[in-house]
């Protein structure tokens, strides 16, 4: 049973697709090489040798060494540096998400717009802008060099992004559910707890863990707030740089080190994150 040929526009229709879903998996790969490219140099370069990193041309196939990473936990002591991002990271994490949370239930339950703005001002707002005030009022307390210091500092970089990131989502829960609960017997703060939280737990989530992106990446803060004691790994990254040369494996090999944990938590949390980022946009 012979079958009929395809009308031309049919066949002209298929083509089409056909090239429009090559060329998007074409542009796809384009951006992903450029992306990806830096990280592969990067990792590339920290198992190199100093003298293979500077040849000319660049050698792509070479026999690995893991001496920069050694140099890295063994000579600068990165584990103490780790540990100090941990603390502040997670610290100024909670702490925001202990004000933000309540801070965003509300303003989206009794429209404080002009709240809002004022919190959306502060991150607008370059941090080096209060970089010199806080400096000047943490060395009148002697807390310079101290982890409370670093944690209330990120908290300018953390604590805006949560309210603005939960206050869309807060806004997408019912009246109507609040006020059974409140009929129920419910205080604003039991109804907040039990009820709201939960309902809100993929905000919470992505809140949370973008704000400790941000604080772990922070330069800025720790540059001048920090000293040996509480220095971060942004800042530990000046420990391969000195007046006479640089330390490029050890730089690179640093630079992996602090990607690294960011790099995991973002792939094993993507799906998360992009559940919750879209979902406050959705009224209930």
Known sequence: MSTAP?????????????????????????????????????????LKTPLQIVQLPPKLIFEPTLDNFRNVFNQQNFLRYIWNSLVIAAGSTVLGLVLGLPAAFSIARYKQKK???????????????????????????????????LILAHLLVGLPFIVWVM????????????????????????????IILPISLPGVVTGGILSFIFSWNNFMFSVV???????????????????????WGGLMAAAVVITLPVLVITIVTQKYVIRGLTAGAVKG
């Open 6 to 46: 395809l009308p031309q526009q049919e066949r002209s229709s298929r083509t089409g697709r056909k090239l429009m879903s090559a060329l998007y998996y074409l542009t796809i790969i384009v951006c992903m090489f450029f992306f990806l490219l830096p990280l592969l140099w990067m990792l590339l370069n920290a």
């Open 115 to 149: 709240l809002a703005v004022f919190i959306l001002i502060s991150r607008m707002v370059p941090g080096i802008t209060f970089l010199l005030p806080l400096f000047i009022m943490f060395r009148t307390f002697s807390m310079v060099d101290t982890y409370t210091s």
């Open 225 to 247: 707030l920090a000293s040996n004691r509480t220095k971060t790994v942004p800042v530990a990254i000046f420990n391969f740089i000195s007046y006479a040369q640089i330390d």
């Open 167 to 194: 206050v869309p989502f807060f806004e997408s829960i019912p009246n109507d559910l609040m006020e059974a609960a409140r009929v129920d017997g419910c205080s604003i703060f039991a109804t907040f707890i039990k």
